[in-house]
C-alpha cells in the first residue's frame, strides 16, 4: 500500500513540472537564435616590392652654360692686341634644351611604409644649344665666335628612398650619371671664315639628384612624375688651325664646356 502511494506521488510530481516546464520551453522556441558577427578580414595595403620596367619622356634644359675661351700667344705676334686690349673671344653664356625620352627599370623593398630600391634609364636627348660672339677690336673686327654644344644621350643608375601612402609613393633618388656630348666651335671672320676651329664627341662621366611620386592606377600599372638634376663635368676642346693660316709658333685656342641640366619628365611603369 505504501509503495503504491509513493508510485502515484511520483508521477503526480513528474506531471506537476512538465507541465510548469511546457510553457518555458515554447518562449525558447520563440526566442530569436545567436548569429555569430561576420569575421572581416583586413584589406591588405598596395606593396610596392618587385620589378618594374616602362617609358619615359620630358623636357631638358640648363640655362647659363659656359663656354670659356682661352688663348695662348708666348710672343704677342698674334693674339697680342686683343690680349692687350682685353678682347679675344672669350667665350659666351647659352641654354641648352630639348626633348628626352627612354626607357627605366628598376627594383623595390618595401617595410612597412618605407620603400628603398634602385633603377637604371636610358635617355635620347635632344638636347642642344649655341650661340655667337663678335670681336670688334683691330685687326680683329668683325671676327665671329661662334660655338655649339649638344647631349645626344643619357643614362643614370641610381637609388632610391621614399615613404608610401597605400598607393602613393614620394621618393628621393641620386647616383652616377653619364652621357653623350659633342661639343663645336669655329672663329674667323668674313675674308677668312675659320682661322681656328675644334670638335670633340665624347662620353662623360657625373652624378645625379633628384625625386618624384609614383601612383599605382591598377596592380600592375604606375604612373609618375619625375625630376633630376645631373652633372656631367666639363670638356676641353682644342682648336686647330684651318689653312690657309699658320699661326705664330707656340699660339693656340681652347674652349671649355659645361654639360649639366634638368630633366622633367613623365614616366609609365610595369610592375611584375
Given amino acids: 500500500m505504501s509503495e503504491m502511494l ?7 510530481v513528474g506531471a506537476v513540472s512538465l507541465a510548469a516546464l511546457a510553457p518555458m520551453a515554447a518562449q525558447a522556441a520563440d526566442m530569436p537564435q545567436y548569429t555569430p558577427p561576420p569575421v572581416v578580414t583586413a584589406v591588405p595595403t598596395w ?6 620596367a616602362g617609358l619615359n619622356a620630358g623636357y ?11 688663348v695662348v700667344d708666348p710672343g704677342g705676334a698674334f693674339f697680342g692686341p686683343c690680349l692687350t686690349a682685353g678682347a679675344c673671344p672669350n667665350g659666351m653664356s647659352y641654354s641648352r634644351d630639348g626633348f628626352v ?7 623595390n623593398w ?29 685687326p680683329f673686327a668683325n671676327g665671329r665666335f661662334t660655338s655649339t654644344s649638344d647631349i645626344n644621350w643619357l643614362a643614370t643608375l641610381r637609388g632610391r628612398a621614399g615613404l608610401a601612402i597605400d598607393r602613393t609613393l614620394l621618393y628621393v633618388t641620386g647616383g652616377l650619371a653619364v652621357g ?8 674667323g671672320f668674313p675674308g677668312v671664315p675659320q682661322v681656328y676651329n675644334g670638335s670633340n664627341s665624347d662620353t662623360e662621366w657625373g652624378w645625379t639628384v633628384g625625386g618624384g611620386l609614383d601612383y599605382a592606377i591598377t596592380d600592375n600599372i604606375v604612373l609618375g612624375a619625375e625630376v633630376l638634376y645631373f652633372d656631367l663635368g666639363s670638356t676641353t676642346v682644342t682648336g686647330v ?14 674652349v671649355d664646356y659645361d654639360h649639366n641640366g634638368v630633366i622633367a619628365r613623365a614616366r609609365l611603369s610595369y610592375k611584375f
Fill in 241 to 254: 688651325a684651318a689653312a690657309p693660316f699658320v699661326p705664330p709658333a707656340g699660339t693656340s685656342m681652347a
Fill in 180 to 187: 653623350g656630348v659633342e661639343d663645336s666651335f669655329r672663329w
Fill in 110 to 138: 618595401q617595410i612597412d611604409q618605407f620603400v628603398v630600391g634602385f633603377e637604371a634609364d636610358i635617355e635620347y636627348s635632344d638636347m642642344n644649344g649655341g650661340g655667337t660672339v663678335t670681336t670688334a677690336v683691330a
Fill in 101 to 107: 625620352g627612354g626607357a627605366q627599370a628598376g627594383y
Fill in 6 to 12: 509513493n508510485q502515484r506521488a511520483l508521477s503526480f
Fill in 47 to 52: 606593396d610596392w616590392t618587385g620589378f618594374y
Fill in 60 to 70: 631638358g634644359w640648363s640655362s647659363g652654360d659656359d663656354v670659356n675661351v682661352s
